[in-house]
C-alpha cells in the first residue's frame, strides 16, 4: 500500500449517502483511478457536483473499483463527510492544500510532521534548535561544543566505548599520562553543558599505562540509544519508560495487608480456589476446599442413613404434617393423618358417645 498522486484522473460517481465511492467510469480527456492505483493504495481525491465539495484521502480498492472515504480533509459540509443524494458527479485525484509544501513570504518551509529522507540532503547550513537523535553515523569535517572546536576540547584525546555513555568508559590516552589526564577532565567538564552529547566525571580516574586507557564512571545529561550495557548502577535524576516517568520503587511489599502484593505457594494450578495461608496464598482444589469446610460434593437423596430429603409432595401448606414415602417427605393434613393411624377426632369421638347413650336408653 502507497500513497499515490497521480495527474489527470478524474472518473465519475453516483454514489449516495456517505458510503464508499463507486468509481463509474473516466470523464473524457481523463484516466481511471485504476490506470493509475495498485489495490489497497491511498490517494487525495476531490469530489463535486458543482454545489458541495468533499475533499479527503481515500483507499482505493480495484475489485468493484471502489474509493474509501478514509480521512476527511474538508468538505461543504462542516468538514464532514457529504451525504450525496440522487445524481452524478465527478471524482478526481487532487493536492489538497492542507498537504501542499510552500514557501512563506521569507522563503520557508513550514512542516508539522517530520522529513523522511532516503539519500543525502545538501545543504549550506542545518540548524536545529532542540535535540537531534541520529541512528546511525554522524561524520562532520568540524564539530563545535558551546561554541569551541572539539579538536580544542580534547586535545588529542580519542574517546572510545562512549556510545551508550557506559559504566567503566575507556578513554585512549596518546601523550603523557598527567596533561591527557587534565585534557580529558576539561573536555567532559565543558561539554556537559550540552546536554545530549556531555558526559560529567565523578571525578575518580584510573590511568593504566601498559593499554593506554583511563577509566571512569561517567554520566551526564540524556542518553538515546538503541540499546544500552551498563555493566555497573545506572543513577537518575529521572527515568522515562517509553515515555512514562517511573516514580514508584521497584521493590514491592509482599503479604496479607491492605495495599500488599499477593505472594502464591508453589503448586498452583488452574481452576483452583484460593486461601489465604498465612503470609502466603495457596491453591485450593475442589475436594479440598469441600474438606476445609465440611461439605460434600453432591446430595443423595432417599430414605436413608445419611441421606438428604427432599419434599415429596405436589402442594404443601402450612399447618401440615410429614409422612415418610419412598422418595422423600409428602405433606398430610389432620384429617388425613387421622385416616391414616384409623383415629378420629374428638369431636367425632364425643359425638359417637352421645350417640351410643342415647341407643342404650
Known sequence: ????????????????????????????????????LSNSDTTYYACSDGTDFEVGLGTFTSSGTTLARTTILASSNSNNAVSWSSGTRTIFCTLPAAKAVFLDASGNANLAGDIIVAGEVDGASLDISGNADIDGTLEADAITVNGTALNTVIAGV?????????????VNVADNENANEENLITFIEDASATGNVG????????????????SATIFKGNIDAVNGDFDGTLEADAITLNGTAITATATLDTGISNNNVPKFTTGVADDDF????????????AAEVLSDIGGQASLTFGISNTNAVKID??????????????????????????SDIG???????ANEATALAIALG
Open 343 to 349: 383415629a378420629t377426632s374428638a369431636t367425632d369421638a
Open 199 to 214: 558526559l560529567e566525571s565523578d571525578g575518580d580516574f584510573s590511568y593504566n599505562p601498559s593499554t593506554g586507557t583511563v
Open 274 to 285: 484460593l486461601r489465604v495461608a498465612g503470609t502466603v496464598i495457596e491453591g485450593r482444589s
Open 313 to 338: 409432595s405436589a402442594s404443601v401448606a402450612d399447618d401440615e404434617y410429614a409422612r415418610f414415602t419412598a422418595n422423600g417427605l409428602e405433606s398430610r393434613s389432620t384429617s388425613e393423618v387421622l
Open 158 to 170: 580519542t574517546v572510545t566505548n562512549a556510545t551508550n555513555a557506559v559504566n567503566s568508559t575507556h
Open 1 to 36: 500500500m502507497a500513497l499515490v498522486i497521480s495527474d489527470r484522473v478524474k472518473e465519475t460517481t453516483t454514489t449516495t449517502g456517505t458510503g464508499t465511492y463507486s468509481l463509474g467510469g473516466a470523464v473524457t480527456g481523463f484516466e481511471t483511478f485504476t490506470a493509475n
